[in-house]
């Protein structure tokens, strides 16, 4: 299996959080490749493994398939788009980046800046998501023709290989948490389950994990996990609080998740030399995980998060490395039958 590939499709596949089509059936063809019985349903992405039929025996491993992006709200008398966030899209980088509007076909804009030299008083001041447009270079006529109110938008970004085995790209929040996935159902494929195995590739985690509320309702497990991403260091970052590049997958400890389920993620990183971090939080998870933990008459949740850099911005960085041993942890933890 060749991750990199597999996470520059994912990554180049839009999926802005509530219009998730095209991320969500490239997903499902990956998918496909280790279980026949896949499908979406109500955007999610579902794919069932060995015997799901004791609740005890139910385990469900989720990596949501949407990202952050924009959506049109207007078109301009001069042909200029406004636009506004959906999910946590931090404005001061909006300025000057090339975007993707989805419409009835792909246009590509810019979004305004104000030439340094033109700034005036407002230098250093990051402007309102509400005051910004993006430039298409079309009469308002030409966009009308193209462009709707309500279509999403994209950043327009290309996955690349860095040094030191690390790769760049839009949208690997948290569609490296996808290719972990894939890459334990890849270490698996020779492996018969004790148990059963869920696992989803939900919607809408951006705008408060919408997908993941059905995803566990729907399976009802009596074990779920969040692979997501987590802060990695950066300078002038608050160190303790955050992991560290090619040092392992983050494991979740929380008062809102199981301190048994925690443990034992632990445990066998340690039994299986898998290197790991431990990602301290003092309540909620601002993962799925926070879904799962109250679904129904609740379940074991936990998290474990892959570090990336510069998350929630056109360049998110990771390191293959910590994608690799948090699917080496999954396949180990389901191989151990996710005893707790």
Not at 55 to 61: D, L, P
Not at 149 to 154: A, L, S, Y
């Amino acid at each position: 299996m060749d991750i990199k590939e597999i996470l520059s499709r994912l990554s180049m596949a839009d999926g802005v959080s509530g219009d998730e089509k095209n991320a969500a059936e490239t997903a499902l063809e990956l998918l496909g490749q280790y279980t026949d019985d896949c499908c979406i349903k109500n955007g999610n992405v579902y794919g069932y493994f060995g015997d799901n039929s004791k609740y005890e025996n139910r385990i469900m491993i989720d990596a949501h398939i949407d990202q952050i992006g924009l959506i049109v709200t207007d078109i301009t008398e001069n042909g200029f788009v406004r636009f506004s966030n959906v999910g946590g899209v931090d404005r001061r980088l909006l300025p000057a980046q090339q975007v993707i509007i989805h419409g009835k076909e792909k246009v590509t804009g810019t979004v305004c800046s104000v030439p340094p030299h033109l700034s005036g008083g407002e230098k250093g001041k990051a402007a309102k998501i509400e005051d910004l447009l993006i430039d298409t270079g079309m009469s308002r006529e030409d966009a009308l023709s193209k462009i709707s109110r309500g279509d999403k938008i994209t950043f327009k970004t290309t996955f690349r290989e860095l040094l030191n085995n690390e790769v760049t790209g839009s949208a690997l929040d948290d569609r490296c948490g996808v290719a972990a996935v894939l890459y334990a159902l890849e270490l698996l494929k020779d492996t018969k389950l004790d148990g059963g195995l869920t696992v989803v590739f939900s919607t809408q985690e951006e705008l408060g994990e919408r997908g993941a509320k059905i995803a566990a309702y729907d399976v009802n497990p009596a074990i779920a996990l969040a692979v997501d991403v987590s802060f990695a260091y950066t300078s002038g970052d608050c160190e303790y609080k955050c992991g560290k590049l090619g040092k392992g997958p983050m494991i979740g400890v929380s008062p809102s998740l199981s301190k048994n389920l925690s443990d034992e993620i632990i445990r066998i990183c340690k039994t299986n030399d898998i290197p790991y971090q431990i990602e301290v939080m003092n309540g909620l998870t601002s993962t799925n995980a926070d879904q799962f933990s109250v679904n129904r008459n609740g379940c074991m949740a936990g998290t474990i998060s892959i570090p990336l850099k510069y998350m929630h911005t056109p360049s998110e960085v990771i390191k293959i490395e910590d994608v690799e041993n948090t699917g080496r942890l999954l396949a180990a933890m389901l191989k151990d039958g996710g005893n707790c």
